[in-house]
T-cell receptor
Framework: KQEVTQIPAALSVPEGENLVLNCSFT??????LQWFRQDPGKGLTSLLL?????REQTSGRLNASLDKSSGRSTLYIAASQPGDSATYLC???????????FGKGTMLLVSP | EAGVAQSPRYKIIEKRQSVAFWCNPI?????LYWYQQILGQGPKLLIQ????????DSQLPKDRFSAERLKGVDSTLKIQPAKLEDSAVYLC?????????????FGSGTQLSVL
């Protein structure tokens, strides 16, 4: 059974810092990996989707990398802003399945 | 483009009562998902529909939970009777295709409190 772990569980940084969120998964036979953002009381917004054959994806100040063989992904946020404060969730789609397995998320607070 | 619509936003019920949630996916999206998110946890898939057929309901507690997607468009999720441990946010999501490898679009969720 796939398990997804996210470290740290919570992170507080001052505005302007670059930061890295970590995601690990136990079964490397994945189809893709997604990073989501969740604001309080809201649903999830997909940020980046990395196919299993890809190494990284970039969108603006966000960069996500994938090392499938080691079961790891990182989300890099450059020049953090208070508007980046949210919970970031990692989810993997297993090969041969059609459902996502989510981690518990990292709660990020960026203070002005 | 309108997003995934869910109602109600909040619901408070007593244990053993019944409750229903409604979801209208993005127009044209074939696949619809119901997720349960307990506080401090990641979402857990309850049921996945493709058009009006069930693709995966392996984690749906079928003794108390039921879901339907009539005409392959909107969907309802029902809990009867509710238990304390059902307190969670119920998220509906949709995707354009069959679900594998496509981005999911989530609604804002229904927050359920069972007292």
């Amino acid at each position: 059974k796939q398990e997804v772990t996210q470290i740290p569980a919570a992170l507080s940084v001052p505005e302007g810092e670059n930061l890295v969120l970590n995601c690990s998964f136990t079964d490397s036979a994945i189809y893709n990996l997604q990073w989501f953002r969740q604001d309080p009381g809201k649903g999830l917004t997909s940020l980046l989707l990395i196919q299993s054959s890809q190494r990284e994806q970039t969108s603006g100040r966000l960069n996500a990398s994938l090392d499938k063989s080691s079961g790891r992904s990182t989300l890099y946020i450059a020049a953090s802003q208070p508007g980046d404060s949210a919970t970031y969730l990692c989810a993997v789609l297993d090969s041969g399945y059609s459902t996502l397995t989510f981690g518990k998320g990292t709660m990020l607070l960026v203070s002005p | 483009e309108a997003g995934v619509a869910q109602s109600p936003r909040y619901k408070i019920i007593e244990k053993r009562q019944s409750v229903a949630f409604w979801c209208n996916p993005i127009s044209g999206h074939a696949t619809l998902y119901w997720y349960q998110q307990i506080l401090g946890q990641g979402p857990k898939l309850l049921i996945q529909f493709q058009n009006n057929g069930v693709v995966d309901d392996s984690q749906l507690p079928k003794d108390r939970f039921s879901a339907e997607r009539l005409k392959g468009v909107d969907s309802t999720l029902k809990i009867q009777p509710a238990k304390l441990e059902d307190s969670a946010v119920y998220l509906c999501a949709s995707s354009l295709g069959a679900g594998g490898g496509e981005k999911l679009f989530f609604g804002s969720g229904t927050q359920l409190s069972v007292l």
